[in-house]
């Protein structure tokens, strides 16, 4: 009797070890989400502040906004300051689209990795099976294919019936 008695809570501090472990990853899954997420709008947010300058700098070299901030400074060139100040202008603009696209891919993968983050912790809270991912707006991919799939043989059969 006390033999089995001591199996059985063996067994039972091994299934209570298994699901805190589970816990501890849901946790740290949805922790890393969180994270992820908060990174991601930092991201938009500085996406935000430069599609604003990259506005204003588009604006800047109009000639006629070009001649309005050199109209105070006398030169005997003043097509010299009109093609310098272009120049700068063009240049920061440049560094600004750079920062752009960087913060686009920087985004793609912030977005990839919270879909990701997301799908592991649920399936570590037991919800989800191997091959169910989560997409944006929580609807299984597996639905979508088959969306797709049905929708592809309607039209198949719209044109089917269409020639006829």
Do not use: W
């Amino acid at each position: 009797m006390q033999h089995s008695a001591g199996i059985i809570i063996c067994i039972a501090l091994v299934i209570i070890g298994l699901f805190t472990v589970s816990v501890f990853a849901q946790e740290s899954a949805q922790q890393r989400a969180a994270n992820l997420r908060a990174q991601l709008a930092e991201t938009q947010a500085r996406q935000t502040e430069l599609e604003m300058r990259r506005q204003q700098l588009a604006d800047d070299l109009k000639p006629e906004n070009i001649e309005r901030a050199l109209a105070g400074i006398g030169s005997t060139h003043p097509e010299d300051l009109r093609e310098q100040r272009r120049r700068q202008l063009e240049t920061e603009k440049k560094g600004v689209e750079s920062q752009l696209e960087t913060l686009a891919a920087s985004r793609a993968r912030l977005e990839s990795a919270i879909a990701s983050a997301d799908a592991i912790s649920y399936r570590s809270a037991g919800l989800g099976g191997p091959g169910i991912s989560q997409s944006e707006n929580n609807a299984p991919a597996v639905t979508k294919q088959r969306a797709n799939r049905v929708s592809k043989r309607k039209t198949k059969k719209h044109r089917t019936l269409k020639r006829i």
